[in-house]
């Protein structure tokens, strides 16, 4: 490969590529009537200072329009216990609220999600346009985590979920 070659990989082999990498479970919710919720690999941390967080939808999900619209979103991260709270937020066609049933509403409405990992309250303060994707990207103003330490995230790698085995 030379720098100048510019072949973008297909489809099939970037999915491939990418199911390598694993990826932190979260919950995205936003207020609205309804809220919405959805399940999401592509959290991640964008910078200390300011802090600030970002993920990324697809304009065709069922929470984009929510997300679009909204100033406050909140991030729940799971634990490896809450499968079942991820593919409830994955499920399509379903009121993904009542299904779950442990939930709160929070600063603005933005729904808050009960047990998780940790949750963080953001504002939201830049959407980019990424392809058939916006990157959103939010700043933290309130935080809180599980105290025991020994409560480990859900991860998502190749294609399915997958559970952290601390060593000593």
């Known amino acids: 490969m030379t720098d100048t070659d510019t072949t973008l990989v297909d489809a099939d082999l970037f999915r ?9 479970v979260v919950v995205i919710t936003a207020p609205g009537s309804p809220p ?6 592509s959290f991640t941390s964008v ?7 970002s993920f990324a939808l ?3 999900a ?3 329009s929510a997300v679009q619209s909204a100033d406050t979103i909140a991030v729940h991260v799971l634990t ?4 079942h709270v991820a593919r409830t937020f994955s499920t399509r ?14 600063p603005d409405g933005v729904p808050l999600l009960e047990g998780v990992l940790a949750t963080l309250i953001c504002r939201v303060s830049q959407r980019v346009e990424a392809g058939d994707h916006t990157i959103v990207l939010a700043a933290p103003s309130f935080g809180e985590h599980h105290s025991d330490a020994t409560v480990t995230p859900l991860v998502y790698h190749d294609g399915s979920y997958a559970h952290l085995k601390r060593t000593a």
Do not use: K, N, Y
């Not at 491939?16 to 932190?24: F, V």
């Not at 919405?36 to 690999?41: N, R």
């Open 36 to 41: 919405a919720g959805f399940t999401a690999t």
């Open 58 to 60: 697809a304009h065709t």
């Open 16 to 24: 491939s590529l990418l199911r390598r990498h694993a990826a932190a």
């Open 47 to 53: 910078s200390l200072d300011p802090p600030l967080v």
């Open 62 to 64: 069922s929470a984009w």
């Open 93 to 106: 066609g379903i009121d993904r609220f009542a299904a779950h049933g442990a939930w709160h509403p929070g």
């Open 80 to 83: 490896q216990e809450q499968e």
